[in-house]
Structures are given as structure tokens and as C-alpha cells.
């Protein structure tokens, strides 16, 4: 936890304790596994710092390649605590989580698909691999889409597009048009509905992205066949 001596934020910020700790309580993954609830809370404390907006796009990028924390959780808190800065706050995570999948890309496609048949040979789930691909080749942007917008972790979906060699482009633009989704919808709440955007959050707003990702999925496959 950064030292409340050195680094806390002026008064003005409208992060406080009790917000951290809810936010903790309230995120199903800290329920689940609570033995992460420290890191969690490690986390949420750079909120209350002068350096929120660097630690935001640290969580952003890392979150993006292997950090186990959601940067949701951090930009949840930032945005309520000042929902004035709330479209900044939801820029700069767009903007590093972006990167972060793309570094992600990249690094599966060095590593690449050989590497993911040992893994899943270990597992001995290699046939997996062949159908992984196919089904990739054919659905990856939707894919990317959807971990992009939803909770599904987007993480393992950037490693998997790099290994499979999805195209750059097609994964940036996947990207591109569906993570400032999740982030900017978060911002828009806070912004507009202050403090009363949490219990939306909280209860309603993974389910609207997976909805919402369905419609879409809904849309491409009914022009496809039509």
C-alpha cells in the first residue's frame, strides 16, 4: 500500500477508505477468490495518490498481458471518487489496455503456435489447438470483441489472437471499437449519475455488456447466413 505520508492525494479527491473497501467487497472476483483481497486492496490504495492517473495506466497495461486484477476496479473508484475527471480516468485506461493487448499480440506471435500445442499437450488437449484455430480464423474479431467488452478476460485473448495469428490489424480494430465501450460507459455513468452509477455498476453492468456483445454476435451470424 502507497505511504499515506508521501503520496496521498488533497482532500478534494473523493477517494476515501470506505469507498476502497466497498469497491473490494463488491467485486465478485475478491469475493471468490479472497485470497487476492490484499492485492485488490493494494490496488484501489494508489486511488488515494497523486500518482492515480500513472498507477490507472500501469493497471490498464499490465491487466491487459498478465495482471490478475481488473483495471475496472481501479477506474471504478477513481471515477466515483471524482466523477468530474471521470472521461480522463476512462481514456487513460482505454488507452493503455489497448496497448497492452497489443504487446500481448505481439509477444504471442513470437512465442508462437508451437508453443501453445506443448502447453495444451501437457494438458492433453492439443486437438484443441487445431479447433481453436479454425474457429479463430473465422470468428477471432468477434472473439477479441468480446473479451474486449465483457468480462471475459482479455488478457488470454490477446496472447491466443498473437499465437493463432490473427491479423494485427484485425485484432487492433477489434479492439479499437470495443474497449472504449466498457471504459467510456463506466466514465458516462460516473459522470452523470455520480454516486448512484455504483449500485448500476456493481449489479447491472456486466450483464448489459454481455447483452449487448450477444446482439452483436446475434447481428454478424444473421447476415452471414442471410
Given at each position: 500500500m502507497p505511504s499515506e505520508?508521501?503520496?496521498?492525494?488533497p482532500p478534494d479527491s473523493g477517494v476515501t477508505d470506505a469507498l476502497i473497501e466497498e469497491e473490494v467487497r463488491s467485486h465478485w472476483l475478491a469475493r471468490v477468490f479472497s485470497p487476492v483481497r490484499r492485492?485488490?486492496?493494494?490496488?484501489?490504495g494508489w486511488a488515494e495518490t497523486r500518482y492515480?492517473?500513472?498507477?490507472?495506466?500501469a493497471l490498464a497495461f499490465s491487466e491487459a498481458i498478465f495482471f490478475p486484477v481488473p483495471a475496472d476496479l481501479l477506474l471504478v473508484a477513481l471515477c466515483l471518487g471524482r466523477p468530474k475527471r471521470s472521461f480522463r480516468w476512462a481514456a487513460i485506461c482505454t488507452f493503455w489496455s489497448i496497448v497492452g493487448g497489443m504487446t500481448a499480440w505481439g509477444l504471442g506471435t513470437v512465442l508462437g503456435r508451437p508453443v501453445l500445442e506443448t502447453l495444451m499437450g501437457y494438458l492433453g488437449r492439443q486437438a484443441l489447438v487445431a479447433e481453436a484455430d479454425a474457429l479463430f480464423k473465422e470468428w477471432?474479431?468477434?472473439?477479441?470483441?468480446?473479451?474486449?467488452?465483457?468480462?471475459?478476460?482479455y488478457m488470454v485473448f490477446s496472447w491466443v489472437a498473437g499465437t493463432l495469428s490473427l491479423p494485427w490489424w484485425k485484432f487492433l480494430l477489434a479492439s479499437a471499437l470495443f474497449r472504449p465501450l466498457r471504459f467510456l460507459a463506466v466514465g458516462a455513468l460516473a459522470y452523470t449519475l455520480g454516486e448512484r452509477a455504483k449500485r448500476f455498476i456493481d449489479k447491472?453492468?456486466?450483464?448489459?455488456?454481455?447483452?449487448?456483445?450477444?446482439?452483436?454476435?446475434?447481428?454478424?451470424?444473421?447476415?452471414?447466413?442471410?
Open positions: 505520508d508521501d503520496l496521498r492525494r492485492l485488490y486492496e493494494w490496488v484501489l492515480a492517473g500513472t498507477a490507472m495506466a477471432g474479431f468477434l472473439a477479441v470483441g468480446a473479451s474486449a467488452l465483457t468480462p471475459i478476460p447491472y453492468f456486466n450483464l448489459c455488456t454481455i447483452v449487448l456483445m450477444l446482439l452483436v454476435i446475434g447481428v454478424v451470424v444473421l447476415l452471414k447466413v442471410l
